[in-house]
C-alpha cells in the first residue's frame, strides 16, 4: 500500500510535469538568466505516524529560500509525541510514554510550480533527540521517574501535492518516510524512530 501510494505521486508528478512542459511557450530558465524570480515561504505541519506501534502526533515548522520557483533551500524541524492517554479529564492527568523532536536543512524540489496543483519532494538532512518518560503527575507537576535519552541522525524524503490556494498561501498533503540512526535507550527497539507519517503542510509566503 505505501509503495502504491509512492508510485501514485510518483506518477502523478511525471503527468504535471509533461503538461507544464506542453503548455508553457516562455524560454526555458538557466543558471545565468537574468530574469530569474527568487521568493520564500515559511510553513505550519502536523502530522500523524505510529512510534513503538502506538500512534503519535508531530507538529513542525520550517521556512526556505525559492529559487526560481523550482527549488527551496531552507532550515525546520518538529517535534513529537507518542501514546498520549488521559487518565482524568478533569485533573489533566497524563500519560506519556516517547518524546522528542528533529530539524535540520531541508532540500525541496519543486515540479510544476506554476499549475494549480502540483507535486514538490522535500528532503530533510539533520539530528534529533529523543526521550523515554514516565509521568504520574499532571501537565503542571510532571515527574520524571525513568527517564533514559539519546540523539540521532535522520534522513526523510517526502512528496507533497500542493494546492495554490492564493499567490501567498499553499495547502498541501505530505507523506514521508524516516531514516535514523540507531536509537540506544534500554527496552526500546533501536530502530524505534524509522516510519512513515502522513500531514497537511501550509505554507505562507511568496511562490
Same mark, same amino acid.
Given at each position: 500500500?505505501?509503495?502504491?501510494?509512492?508510485?501514485?505521486?510518483?506518477?502523478?508528478?511525471?503527468?504535471l510535469?509533461?503538461?507544464?512542459?506542453?503548455?508553457?511557450? !516562455?524560454?526555458i530558465?538557466?543558471?545565468?538568466?537574468k530574469?530569474?524570480?527568487?521568493?520564500?515561504?515559511?510553513?505550519?505541519?502536523?502530522?500523524?505516524?505510529? +512510534?513503538?506501534?502506538?500512534?503519535?502526533?508531530?507538529?513542525?515548522a520550517?521556512?526556505?529560500?525559492i $529559487?526560481?520557483?523550482?527549488?527551496? +533551500?531552507?532550515?525546520?524541524?518538529?517535534?513529537?509525541?507518542?501514546?498520549?492517554?488521559?487518565?482524568n479529564?478533569?485533573?489533566?492527568?497524563?500519560d506519556?510514554?516517547?518524546?522528542?523532536?528533529?530539524?535540520?536543512?531541508?532540500l !525541496?524540489?519543486?515540479?510544476?510550480?506554476?499549475l494549480?496543483?502540483?507535486?514538490s519532494f522535500?528532503?530533510?538532512?539533520?539530528?534529533?533527540?529523543?526521550?523515554? $518518560?514516565?509521568?504520574?503527575?499532571?501537565?503542571d507537576d510532571?515527574?520524571?521517574?525513568?527517564?533514559?535519552?539519546?540523539?540521532?541522525?535522520v534522513? !526523510?524524503p517526502a512528496v507533497?501535492?500542493e494546492?495554490?490556494?492564493?499567490?501567498?498561501f499553499?495547502?498541501?498533503?505530505?507523506?514521508?518516510?524516516?531514516?535514523?540512526?540507531?536509537?540506544?535507550?534500554?527496552?526500546?527497539?533501536?530502530? +524505534?524512530l524509522?516510519?512513515?507519517?502522513?500531514g497537511?503542510?501550509?505554507?505562507?509566503?511568496k511562490?
Amino acid at each position: 500500500m505505501k509503495k502504491l501510494t509512492l508510485l501514485i505521486f510518483l506518477g502523478l508528478g511525471f503527468v504535471l510535469a509533461s503538461a507544464q512542459d506542453n503548455n508553457n511557450n !516562455e524560454q526555458i530558465s538557466t543558471v545565468f538568466s537574468k530574469d530569474r524570480r527568487n521568493g520564500g515561504y515559511g510553513a505550519l505541519s502536523f502530522s500523524y505516524t505510529q +512510534i513503538d506501534g502506538k500512534d503519535a502526533f508531530m507538529a513542525g515548522a520550517r521556512g526556505s529560500w525559492i $529559487i526560481d520557483h523550482s527549488f527551496a +533551500i531552507g532550515l525546520g524541524g518538529c517535534g513529537f509525541v507518542n501514546d498520549i492517554n488521559y487518565r482524568n479529564l478533569n485533573n489533566n492527568d497524563l500519560d506519556n510514554n516517547l518524546a522528542g523532536g528533529y530539524g535540520g536543512i531541508y532540500l !525541496e524540489p519543486i515540479v510544476a510550480p506554476r499549475l494549480p496543483v502540483h507535486l514538490s519532494f522535500p528532503v530533510l538532512f539533520g539530528v534529533g533527540g529523543i526521550t523515554s $518518560i514516565e509521568d504520574d503527575r499532571n501537565w503542571d507537576d510532571w515527574v520524571f521517574n525513568d527517564s533514559r535519552d539519546d540523539v540521532f541522525l535522520v534522513f !526523510e524524503p517526502a512528496v507533497e501535492l500542493e494546492f495554490n490556494m492564493t499567490r501567498h498561501f499553499r495547502l498541501a498533503g505530505s507523506i514521508g518516510y524516516r531514516f535514523t540512526s540507531k536509537v540506544d535507550i534500554s527496552n526500546v527497539n533501536p530502530d +524505534i524512530l524509522e516510519g512513515t507519517n502522513f500531514g497537511i503542510v501550509m505554507k505562507f509566503g511568496k511562490f
